[in-house]
C-alpha cells in the first residue's frame, strides 16, 4: 500500500496535469460541438458529413467517429482518441522514468533496501499508475458530462464510464508494455526502445486502416482493442473481449517486467550487448568539436538527434504512402469535389500532405522542444548547471548556446524529414514544389523556438515546474487553435498560438507576417529568459 | 607586482544571504590571504555551501559583498571564474560521457586546458577517463570532480567538501596535491566538516555556526583547543594509573573500568603520555569527537538533541 501511494506521490503533478488536461480538452470540444453543430437535424446532419470528410483525411492517427452528428460521437473523436494518444506518452514517460530515472536517482535502490521485492515493487507502481490514469480518465469523463450538461443534453452514464474505463486500460497497457521494454535495454536506450515499440503498436493499428497489408498484424497493438469499442455515441458499441484482452496485455506485460527485473542486476539491462574490450586512459579526447560552442551540443545529444531524424523520415515515408490513400477516398466522395476544385485549387496531394503531414510534424517538433526543456530543466535541479557557471561563460551565453542547439538540431530534423518528403513523393508521382516544401520544413524551426523560448523562460524562472507548465502552455496553444475559431478568439489571441501562426505553407506558401510573429515571440521568450536567469540563484 | 600580493584572495563584508526562519548567512566579514590554505569549518546547515555559492556568483546576496582578488563577485563574475577552480559538494550526473569527454566538455568552455595536466592528475588518482560517467563509483566521481577543479592550474580553488567519498590513499594523495599547488602559488578555500582534515592541510580555519563566522584560528590555536576521547587498556596486573592521569593537563571526565580507562583530552596529549609512561599499556585508542562534541566543548553550548547522552 505504502509503495502506491509513495509512487502516487512522486508522479503527483502528472496526475494533476494530464486530469486538467483530459477536463478540459473533452468539455471544451463537447461544450463546442454545441457551438458549431447546430440545432436542427438537417443542420447537424449536415455537420457529421464534414467532420467524417475531416476524418478520412486524419483516418491515419485516428479511427472514423461514429455518429460525428452528436455530442457523444464528436467528443469521442475529437477528444477522447487524441486522449489516449496523450495518456500513452504519459504511460511511457512514467514507465521509463521509474524504471530508469528512479533507479539511477536511487530511489529503486532505497524501496528495496527496504525489504520490498521486486515483484511487489513493480505492482504497486503499475496499480499507482493504474489509479493515476484512472483519476483522469474519469476528469475526462466528467468533462464530457460537463461540455453535455451546457448544451442542455443528457448522456447515457453506462457510455461515458465505458470510455472512461477504455481509456484508463489503454493507458495501463501502454504502461505495462513500457515497463517491460525499459527492463530490456539499457538506462540510455529505455525511453527510445519503449517509445518506438509504442509508436510502432500504433501505427501498426493506424496505418492498417489505410494499409490492407498492415490488417494482418494489427492484432498485435493495443490500440486495436481500444478502437474495437466506441461506447459514447448512440448505437455505440462496447466490446467486452477487446476490453479483456487489454486488462491481460496489460497483466501479462506487467508479469514479464517482474521477471526481467527480477533477472537482471541493478543498473544494468536483461538484454546485454557484448562489451568491447576495455582500454584504461588517463587522456583526454582530442575532439575538436568540444571546444566549439555549438558543435558540443550537437555532439552530445547527436544520438538523440539521430533517432528524430530516423523517426521523422519514417513517418515522412508513411505519411506520403497514405496521401494517395485518402486522395481517393476524399475523390470518391461527390459532395466534396466542387469544394475540392474551389479551395484547394487542383492542389489536392499537396493540401492533404500539407494538412496532414505538417500537423503531425508540428506535434512533434513541439514535443523536441519540450525535450530539450526537459534536460535545461534538468541540468538545473542535478547540479550540471552549476558547474556549467563555474566555468568562466555568462548566463546569457548558456541561454544562447542552448538555444543554437535546439535550433541546429531543428534544422537538421527538418532537412532530413523534408527531403524524405520531397523524394518519396516523387517516387508516388507527387509533384511538390520544391521551394514551398523547403520553407514549410524550414518553418518548422522558428515554431520549435517558440515553444524553446517559452521552455527557457519557464526553466530560467521554475525549473521544477518548467516541463509541465510548458506541456499545458503546449496543450493551451492547441487548444486556441483547435477552439479559436468555434468560440470565436480574438485575432490578438489567436496569434499566440505556434500552431495557428504555423499555417499551411506547403499549400500557401509562407506567410512573412506569422513568420514574423513567430520570431517575435521566440525573441521574446529568449530575451526574458535571459533576464530571468540573470536574477535567479542556482543551485539553491 | 608587490600591489597584486597584496589584495586578498578572498574577501567578504557583511556578506548575507537571508533564506528566512533563521537560515543562510549572515555578516561575513572574511579574509583570506593570496597562497594561504583556508580551511572552512562547520556543521551541516551552518553555512559552508551558501558562502561558497555566493563567492562563485551562483547566488546572489542579500546584503553586503564578497571579492576574489579585488573582483566583485556579482559584478565581475566572469573573470572570477577564468582565476577559480570549484568542486561542487554533489558532482552533478554527466550521464553516458565518458570521463574525457566529460573533461573535454568542461575544458572546451573554459579553454586553455593543459592537456598534460590533466593526464597526471588522472594518473595520479588512477581514474580511468576511458569510462563513462554512469559507471564510475562515487570515489570515482569526486576525483573526476577533483581533476575538473584543478584542470586549468587556477590561482585560486574553491572546495566544497573535497575528501567526501575518497578513501584514506586517495585522501592522502589529495592532501599532497594540494600542498604542491600551494607550493604552486595558488590560494586554496575549502569547506569541510570533519576537523582532522582541515588540520592536515590548512594554514588557518574559519569555524561556522548557524550562519555565522564564530572563529577564525590559526592552526597552533587549533590543536590547542582540540579535544579527543581517548581509551587506554593496561596490562593484566598492572596498576591504573589513575590519580596521575587525573591530575595530568587537559584531561577530564576520567573514569576506570578493571584495566580500561577513559578519558577527555583537551589541547595536546604531552600530558597524558606523561601520566602513563612506566605503565605497561597493550591498547590506546584515540578518537575524534564530533564537529557538534567540538562546539559543545569549545563554546560551552548545551548538548544537542541529537547527540547521543
Redesign the interface.
Known amino acids: 500500500m505504502i509503495g502506491i501511494v509513495f509512487g502516487l506521490r512522486l508522479g503527483r503533478w502528472g496526475v494533476v496535469g494530464f486530469s486538467l488536461a483530459g477536463l478540459l480538452l473533452v468539455f471544451a470540444q463537447t461544450a463546442g460541438f454545441y457551438q458549431v453543430a447546430g440545432t436542427t437535424p438537417g443542420a447537424r446532419a449536415a455537420f457529421g458529413s464534414a467532420m467524417a470528410t475531416l476524418a478520412a483525411q486524419l483516418v491515419a492517427l485516428f479511427p472514423p467517429p461514429l455518429r460525428p452528428d452528436t455530442a457523444g460521437g464528436y467528443a469521442e473523436f475529437r477528444g477522447f482518441h487524441p486522449l489516449a494518444v496523450l495518456f500513452a506518452v504519459w504511460a511511457l514517460a512514467s514507465a521509463t522514468g521509474f524504471a530508469r530515472g528512479d533507479e539511477e536517482r536511487g530511489v529503486v535502490e532505497a524501496a528495496l533496501a527496504t525489504g520490498t521485492s521486486r515483484i511487489a515493487l513493480i505492482a504497486s507502481r503499475t496499480v499507482g499508475f493504474a489509479l493515476a490514469v484512472t483519476v483522469a480518465s474519469a476528469a475526462a469523463a466528467a468533462g464530457f458530462l460537463i461540455g453535455v450538461a451546457s448544451g442542455h443534453e443528457t448522456a447515457a452514464v453506462q457510455g461515458v464510464v465505458e470510455e472512461a474505463a477504455l481509456l484508463a486500460v489503454i493507458g495501463v497497457a501502454c504502461y505495462t508494455l513500457s515497463l517491460f521494454v525499459a527492463q530490456m535495454a539499457g538506462p540510455r536506450l529505455a525511453t527510445a526502445a519503449a517509445g518506438t515499440l509504442l509508436l510502432a503498436l500504433f501505427l501498426d493499428n493506424s496505418l492498417s486502416r489505410a494499409m490492407s497489408s498492415l490488417t494482418a498484424w494489427r492484432w498485435l497493438s493495443p490500440f486495436r482493442y481500444y478502437d474495437l469499442s466506441q461506447p459514447l455515441p448512440p448505437g455505440g458499441h462496447f466490446d467486452a473481449r477487446a476490453f479483456l484482452v487489454l486488462i491481460g496485455i496489460s497483466v501479462l506485460a506487467t508479469a514479464a517486467a517482474a521477471a526481467a527485473f527480477m533477472r537482471r542486476d541493478l543498473g544494468a539491462s536483461l538484454i546485454r550487448l557484448p562489451s568491447i574490450p576495455h582500454r584504461p586512459s588517463y587522456d583526454v579526447t582530442a575532439a575538436p568539436w568540444w571546444g566549439v560552442a555549438v558543435a558540443r551540443g550537437l555532439y552530445e545529444r547527436r544520438l538523440g538527434l539521430l533517432a528524430w531524424s530516423a523517426g521523422m523520415a519514417v513517418m515522412a515515408l508513411s505519411f506520403v504512402a497514405l496521401t494517395k490513400t485518402i486522395v481517393q477516398v476524399l475523390l470518391s466522395i461527390p459532395s466534396l469535389l466542387p469544394y475540392l476544385s474551389i479551395f484547394v485549387h487542383q492542389q489536392l496531394y499537396p493540401a492533404v500532405l500539407g494538412y496532414t503531414w505538417f500537423n503531425v510534424a508540428e506535434l512533434m517538433f513541439a514535443a523536441f522542444a519540450i525535450t530539450y526543456v526537459a534536460r535545461w530543466s534538468a541540468e538545473d535541479s542535478d547540479g550540471r548547471l552549476e558547474i556549467f557557471l563555474s566555468q568562466p561563460l555568462s548566463r546569457a551565453g548558456i541561454v544562447l548556446e542552448r538555444m543554437a542547439v535546439l535550433a541546429a538540431g531543428a534544422v537538421l530534423i527538418a532537412a532530413v524529414s523534408g527531403a524524405v518528403l520531397f523524394y518519396a513523393s516523387h517516387q508516388q508521382g507527387i509533384d511538390l514544389n520544391a521551394q514551398r516544401l523547403t520553407a514549410a520544413s524550414l518553418m518548422l524551426v522558428p515554431f520549435a523556438l517558440v515553444f524553446a523560448g517559452a521552455g527557457s523562460l519557464l526553466a530560467a524562472w521554475n525549473p521544477r515546474a518548467a516541463v509541465g507548465l510548458l506541456g499545458a502552455f503546449a496543450f493551451a496553444s492547441y487548444l486556441d487553435t483547435e477552439l479559436g475559431t468555434i468560440y470565436k478568439f480574438p485575432v490578438w489571441l489567436l496569434d499566440l498560438s505556434a500552431f495557428k501562426l504555423f499555417g499551411a505553407p506547403l499549400l500557401n506558401g509562407v506567410n512573412g507576417r506569422n513568420l514574423a510573429l513567430m520570431l517575435l515571440l521566440a525573441l521574446a521568450g529568449i530575451g526574458s529568459s535571459i533576464l530571468a536567469i540573470q536574477r535567479r540563484d542556482v543551485g539553491a | 607586482m608587490l600591489r597584486e600580493m597584496a589584495v586578498a584572495a578572498i574577501s567578504t563584508s557583511q556578506l548575507t544571504k537571508d ?1 528566512g526562519a533563521g537560515r543562510g548567512l549572515f555578516d561575513l566579514g572574511l579574509h583570506v590571504s593570496q597562497q594561504e590554505v583556508f580551511g572552512y569549518l562547520g556543521p551541516n546547515g551552518s553555512g559552508k555551501t ?1 558562502t561558497i ?1 555566493l563567492l ?5 546576496p542579500t546584503n553586503g559583498s564578497a571579492h576574489v582578488f579585488g573582483l566583485d563577485c556579482v559584478r565581475d ?3 572570477v ?2 582565476k ?1 577552480g ?1 568542486l ?1 559538494g ?9 570521463g ?2 566529460v ?9 586553455g ?1 593543459d ?1 598534460r595536466h ?2 597526471a592528475i ?2 595520479r588518482f588512477d ?5 563513462r560517467f ?1 559507471e564510475y563509483s562515487s570515489g570515482n566521481k569526486q576525483k573526476l570532480g577533483i581533476l ?1 577543479a584543478f584542470m586549468h592550474r587556477p590561482e585560486l580553488l574553491i572546495l566544497d567538501e573535497p575528501t567526501s567519498g575518497l578513501d584514506p590513499l586517495n585522501q592522502q594523495e589529495f592532501y599532497e596535491l594540494l600542498r604542491e599547488t600551494r607550493a604552486g602559488g595558488a590560494t586554496i578555500f575549502l569547506s569541510s566538516h570533519v576537523l582532522s582534515e582541515v588540520e592536515h592541510v590548512c594554514d588557518r580555519v574559519g569555524i561556522l555556526r548557524r550562519g555565522r563566522l564564530v572563529k577564525v584560528a590559526e592552526l597552533g590555536e587549533l590543536t590547542r583547543i582540540r579535544v579527543h576521547h581517548v581509551e587506554v587498556e593496561f596490562a593484566p596486573g598492572e596498576e591504573v594509573p589513575a590519580e596521575r592521569l587525573r591530575a595530568a593537563e587537559g584531561v577530564e571526565d576520567l573514569s576506570v573500568e578493571g584495566q580500561r580507562l577513559r578519558c577527555t583530552v583537551h589541547g595536546n596529549f604531552d600530558a597524558l603520555l606523561e601520566a602513563i609512561s612506566g605503565s605497561r599499556v597493550i591498547d590506546l585508542v584515540s578518537t575524534e569527537p564530533s564537529l557538534e562534541e567540538f562546539f559543545l566543548s569549545f563554546f560551552g553550548e548545551p548538548k544537542p538533541k541529537a547527540l547521543p547522552s
Open positions: 533564506y551558501t555559492r562563485m556568483g551562483m547566488i546572489r563574475a566572469m573573470e571564474k577564468r577559480v570549484y561542487p554533489d558532482i552533478p550526473q554527466f550521464g553516458s560521457l565518458r574525457d569527454e573533461v573535454a566538455y568542461l575544458g572546451g568552455m573554459r579553454g586546458v592537456r590533466v593526464r588522472a594518473e581514474l580511468d577517463l576511458n569510462r554512469r575538473l
